[in-house]
C-alpha cells in the first residue's frame, strides 16, 4: 500500500474516533431557554462582535492613506483633520483667524498728503526728534522740494543738525547730476556723496590712530622710525609724527580748504609727575582740494634726564570744531 493511501486511512479512523466527542460537546453549550434579543448599546465592548463590526465598516469605505507629504512653511498643520460627518465635534481655530476669515485682510492706504501731514505734526510736537526731523526731510525730497530746509530743523542741535543738512546736500546734488548729465564717469556721479561723507566725517570724533617718533618722514605714512629708548645724561632731538582722523576742514575767503589745530606734547614720569613740556602750538593748513589724510610733524628735543620710564602725552584740538584726541608713546632713559 502506497503512504498517501495510508496517511488517508488513518486520518479517516482519527476522524471517527473524534466525532462522539465533538456531538457531546454541543450538546452542552446548546442553551436551555431562547433569550430575548439584544437592545442596541451605545457601548462598543471590545470583543469578536466590535472587531467584526469594525472590520465590516472598514471593508465598506476605501483606507485612507496617512499624507506623510512636507507642510507649507509656516502654515498650521494637524495629525487627523476632523470629519465633516460630525459637526457637533469643536473645531479649534488659531486665534484671530476667525475674525481675518470673516472679514478678510485689511488694506490700509495713506497718500502722500496725509503721510505729509503725519510728519510735520511730528516734527511740531517735538522738533529735536532727530528721526522725525529726518523722514521730514526725506519726505519733502521725494516731493521734489528744496532740501534742507534749515527752518524746519533750527531746533536740533547743531551737531544732529549738519549731520542731515549734509545727507540731505549730499542727495539733493547726486539727483541733480543724475538729471543734468547722465554720461557722467562714475567718479563724477559720486562725488556730490564722498563729499557728504567728508563733512559726515568732520562731525566725528577726533582721532590720532597712529603717533610713534621717528629718524626722518618723507610724507603721511613715509617714515623711519626710531627705537623710544634714549640715553641719559644728554639732550636727545626727535621727530613726533602724528596722524589725525576726523579732522575739520572749511572753504576760507580764498576758497581755499582751511584746518586749524593746535598740538601739544607733555612729558610724564610713571609717578605722574611733568618732567617736561612743549607748549602748545597752533597748525594752519590750507589747499585747494579737501584733505583726506592729515598727519603732524614736530622736531623737539628731550631735556636730560634721569634714568627711568616716562609717558609722551600728545594732545591735538581742532580748533573749529572744538574736539581734542590725545594718545601716548612710552619712553625708557637708560644708561648709555
Given at each position: 500500500?502506497?503512504?498517501?493511501?495510508?496517511?488517508?486511512?488513518?486520518?479517516?479512523?482519527?476522524?471517527?474516533?473524534?466525532?462522539?466527542?465533538?456531538?457531546?460537546?454541543?450538546?452542552?453549550?446548546?442553551?436551555?431557554?431562547?433569550?430575548?434579543?439584544?437592545?442596541?448599546?451605545?457601548?462598543?465592548?471590545?470583543?469578536?462582535?466590535?472587531?467584526?463590526?469594525?472590520?465590516?465598516?472598514?471593508?465598506?469605505?476605501?483606507?485612507?492613506?496617512?499624507?506623510?507629504?512636507?507642510?507649507?512653511?509656516?502654515?498650521?498643520?494637524?495629525?487627523?483633520?476632523?470629519?465633516?460627518?460630525?459637526?457637533?465635534?469643536?473645531?479649534?481655530?488659531?486665534?484671530?483667524?476667525?475674525?481675518?476669515?470673516?472679514?478678510?485682510?485689511?488694506?490700509?492706504?495713506?497718500?502722500?498728503?496725509?503721510?505729509?501731514?503725519?510728519?510735520?505734526?511730528?516734527?511740531k510736537e517735538n522738533p529735536k526728534d532727530v528721526a522725525a526731523q529726518l523722514d521730514y526731510q526725506l519726505m519733502q525730497f521725494l516731493r521734489g522740494e528744496q532740501v534742507p530746509q534749515m527752518k524746519n530743523l533750527a531746533g536740533l542741535p547743531s551737531e544732529d543738525r549738519e549731520v542731515i543738512a549734509a545727507l540731505m546736500d549730499g542727495l539733493s546734488n547726486f539727483r541733480s547730476n543724475a538729471r543734468n548729465e547722465g554720461n557722467q564717469m562714475l567718479s563724477q556721479k559720486i562725488r556730490p556723496l564722498t563729499e557728504?561723507?567728508?563733512?559726515?566725517?568732520?562731525?566725528?570724533?577726533?582721532?590720532?590712530?597712529?603717533?610713534?617718533?621717528?629718524?626722518?618722514?618723507?610724507?603721511?605714512?613715509?617714515?623711519?622710525?626710531?627705537?623710544?629708548?634714549?640715553?641719559?645724561?644728554?639732550?636727545?632731538?626727535?621727530?613726533?609724527?602724528?596722524?589725525?582722523?576726523?579732522?575739520?576742514?572749511?572753504?576760507?575767503?580764498?576758497?581755499?580748504?582751511?584746518?586749524?589745530?593746535?598740538?601739544?606734547?607733555?612729558?610724564?614720569?610713571?609717578?605722574?609727575?611733568?618732567?617736561?613740556?612743549?607748549?602748545?602750538?597752533?597748525?594752519?593748513?590750507?589747499?585747494?582740494?579737501?584733505?583726506?589724510?592729515?598727519?603732524?610733524?614736530?622736531?623737539?628735543?628731550?631735556?636730560?634726564?634721569?634714568?627711568?620710564?616716562?609717558?609722551?602725552?600728545?594732545?591735538?584740538?581742532?580748533?573749529?570744531?572744538?574736539?581734542?584726541?590725545?594718545?601716548?608713546?612710552?619712553?625708557?632713559?637708560?644708561?648709555?
Open positions: 500500500m502506497s503512504s498517501a493511501a495510508l496517511m488517508a486511512r488513518k486520518l479517516a479512523a482519527y476522524s471517527k474516533e473524534l466525532e462522539p466527542h465533538l456531538k457531546d460537546r454541543a450538546d452542552r453549550q446548546k442553551p436551555a431557554t431562547t433569550k430575548p434579543a439584544e437592545q442596541p448599546s451605545d457601548v462598543n465592548w471590545v470583543g469578536e462582535g466590535a472587531v467584526a463590526a469594525a472590520t465590516a465598516d472598514a471593508s465598506k469605505a476605501p483606507a485612507k492613506p496617512l499624507d506623510t507629504a512636507v507642510a507649507a512653511p509656516n502654515q498650521t498643520t494637524v495629525l487627523l483633520a476632523p470629519s465633516r460627518k460630525a459637526p457637533d465635534v469643536p473645531i479649534i481655530v488659531p486665534e484671530g483667524e476667525d475674525s481675518l476669515a470673516a472679514t478678510g485682510p485689511r488694506e490700509v492706504s495713506v497718500n502722500s498728503d496725509q503721510l505729509m501731514g503725519q510728519l510735520s505734526t511730528k516734527v557728504m561723507a567728508d563733512r559726515m566725517r568732520g562731525q566725528a570724533d577726533l582721532t590720532l590712530p597712529n603717533a610713534v617718533l621717528c629718524n626722518r618722514v618723507d610724507g603721511y605714512g613715509v617714515y623711519e622710525p626710531m627705537s623710544p629708548r634714549f640715553a641719559a645724561g644728554k639732550k636727545n632731538p626727535v621727530i613726533v609724527y602724528c596722524e589725525v582722523e576726523n579732522f575739520a576742514s572749511q572753504i576760507n575767503d580764498k576758497k581755499q580748504w582751511e584746518t586749524r589745530l593746535a598740538n601739544e606734547a607733555i612729558l610724564y614720569t610713571e609717578t605722574g609727575m611733568v618732567a617736561w613740556t612743549d607748549k602748545s602750538k597752533s597748525i594752519v593748513d590750507t589747499s585747494r582740494n579737501r584733505r583726506h589724510d592729515f598727519f603732524i610733524v614736530k622736531k623737539t628735543e628731550l631735556p636730560v634726564l634721569p634714568l627711568g620710564r616716562y609717558i609722551l602725552k600728545i594732545s591735538v584740538t581742532d580748533q573749529q570744531s572744538n574736539r581734542v584726541a590725545e594718545t601716548t608713546i612710552p619712553i625708557t632713559i637708560g644708561a648709555e
